[in-house]
């Protein structure tokens, strides 16, 4: 265990679990939509909900949204910033069944209209697990370089995916494969050693049969 996940993150906030975790569900959603955030509808469920406003769950999540860090001021405006850059945002309490007690399910549309659905839970300490994105089931805690990958559900796709990344020299150390249904589109969640030049990447996106490639660096400082 790494000394700072028993005296929690450097962070603003009176909770590692309700402030900063939150901040980084936020964050992570923000990078996985790939885009500013021009509306997001936000459901606190167990705890989160619970203690919302004391912990600043609410305002962390937005600032999370914004690309701010856990140690970064501006968290407690964060309600004034998000509405000044135009971004729109319901937050209500929903019940999530067998969910973790600190868990966000977070809606967002970008400025382009993208959209994405982000389930994520704070587990202690500032860290996080991702639970699902976009109604498909995921397992990864943002402390590695991830990739999402959204594919056609055909014969050979892990096999193309992995081999490629193995020509690369990239290693594999997590993964998950979910398809709510046969035939139709898969998601794999895969965690790596180390890190991804952009054009690696791109050489995913081009395989045949990809739909979409998202690339989370697991350096708080970096973009997607």
Sequence with gaps: MNVFDIIGPVMIGPSSSHTAGALRI??????????DVHKADIGLAGSFAQTCRGHGTDRAIIGGLLGMLPEDE????????ARERG????????KIPKAHPNTAKIHLAGESGKECLVQGASVGGGNILITGV??????FTGNSDTLIIAHQDMPGMIAQVTSRMAEMGINIGNFKLNRPHRG???VMTLEIDGS???EMVNKLRSLPHINSVVYLRANQNEGN
């Design 196 to 198: 991804m030049e952009r």
């Design 134 to 139: 976009n109604e498909m089931e995921t397992a």
């Design 87 to 94: 971004l729109i945002f319901n937050i209500a309490e929903i």
């Design 26 to 35: 936020g964050r992570v959603s923000w990078k996985i939509l790939g885009e």
């Design 184 to 186: 139709f589109e898969a």
């Design 74 to 81: 501006r968290i407690r405006d964060s309600f004034s910033i």
